[in-house]
């Protein structure tokens, strides 16, 4: 029975990228090699590292606009210090919207003084906070753009004078932004992109190199920009599924293409939680993400009954976070609409047995 894979991530991916792949395991392009035994400062893993930087600014539109592209090892979590230890010199603002800006607001304590600009822990962050001041004196303001915990997702982001940062883990590519308004984007990987065990960072360089500290090598964005983010081995395999999934999409028409297929997706899940009298939203309507969307029973005596009908319609990974509960549907880039509409089955079924 086919599998639909609702997990939060590791994600699933295309299926011509999963055949590319795991062909190249077995043998790189008729060379006799395994992708993962090359030597990654061969030609060959070189021009997939190059490919890959490239496809990455392309499709974010900041081609020739004073970016660069890395693939990092470390998570989004090494981001967490990263960023600061990068751009960080007296003062930082960060916006509190969960679990993940906790984690970076924390590692950027390291480093200086933090300033939370706004937080709904209030409501264990079931909405992002707005009509927060940005104060004109920070170092950098820093963003969580999708919050896969709680399924909320940053739908307008400030106007400020000073450097945006966004973590974008679990929403890049999935949707059309004016991506020159942020000078830093890191997203791990693993949730709409490749592998685990790689990050894309993209930084504007001219945002580099104003911190009065000295940065350890491997911590140094410019270091790893001067070797083409080859200064130490890469994550050969994750480096090679990103480059083949950023294929994909550029050839399924960009991100303007994959922003319609999600808002489909999104539409189709949660008109059914609406409308269902059998589940409730747990995020702020104006406020949900596209990506991973929360909800729960609204008796919770029916969940020995639901968790058996989706389990036995082949559906996977549906179980919300245990800071949550309930459930959680994850549908980055490469979720099917076929998928979605055999959960949505599932709950409309879940109802006629009510």
Not at 29 to 49: A, P, T
Not at 55 to 77: D, P, R, T
Not at 85 to 110: F, M, V
Request: glycine share 8%; hydrophobic share 40%; with cysteine.
């Amino acid at each position: 029975m086919k599998k639909h894979n609702f997990s939060a991530g590791p994600c699933i991916l295309p299926q011509e990228v999963f055949l590319k792949a795991s062909e190249a395991v077995m043998d790189f392009n008729g060379s006799g090699l395994s992708l993962i035994e090359i030597s990654h400062r061969s030609k060959e893993f070189v021009d997939i590292m190059e490919k890959a930087r490239t496809l990455a600014l392309e499709l974010l539109g900041l081609e020739g606009k004073g970016y660069q592209a890395l693939f990092l090892q470390g998570g989004a979590s090494l981001e967490f210090l990263m960023a600061a230890y990068n751009l960080l010199d007296k003062k930082a603002g960060y916006l509190n919207t969960g679990a993940w800006s906790e984690k970076a607001i924390k590692e950027a304590k390291i480093f200086g003084e933090v300033v939370e600009v706004g937080s709904s822990k209030d409501e264990n962050f079931n909405y992002i906070p707005k009509g927060y001041t940005v104060p004109d004196d920070l170092d950098y303001l820093h963003l969580t753009s999708n919050n896969t915990i709680f399924g909320t997702q940053v739908k307008k982001f400030p106007k400020t004078t000073v450097p945006l940062v966004c973590d974008m883990s679990s929403d890049i590519f999935s949707r059309q932004l004016d991506f020159t308004q942020f000078d830093l984007i890191y997203a791990g990987a693993q949730k709409n992109m490749g592998a685990a065990g790689t990050t894309l960072v993209v930084v504007k360089e001219d945002v580099l190199g104003k911190v009065s500290r000295k940065i350890p090598s491997m911590l140094d964005y410019k270091v790893h920009i001067s070797k083409d983010s080859m200064f130490n081995t890469p994550a050969v395999f994750a480096v090679y599924t990103c480059m083949l999934t950023l294929e994909w999409l550029k050839n399924l028409g960009g991100i303007p293409a994959i922003e319609e297929i999600n808002e489909k997706k999104a539409q189709l899940l949660y008109s059914e939680i609406d409308l269902n009298p059998v589940f409730e939203g747990f995020a702020k309507m104006e406020d949900r993400s596209h990506m991973n969307a929360t909800f729960n029973l609204a008796d919770e005596k029916l969940k020995e009954t639901f968790d058996a009908m989706w389990k036995e319609a082949g559906i996977n990974g549906l179980n919300g976070h245990r800071s949550v509960g309930g459930y959680r549907a994850s549908m980055y880039n490469a979720m099917s609409l076929e998928s979605v509409g055999i959960l949505v089955d599932v709950m409309s079924e879940m109802e006629r047995k009510g």
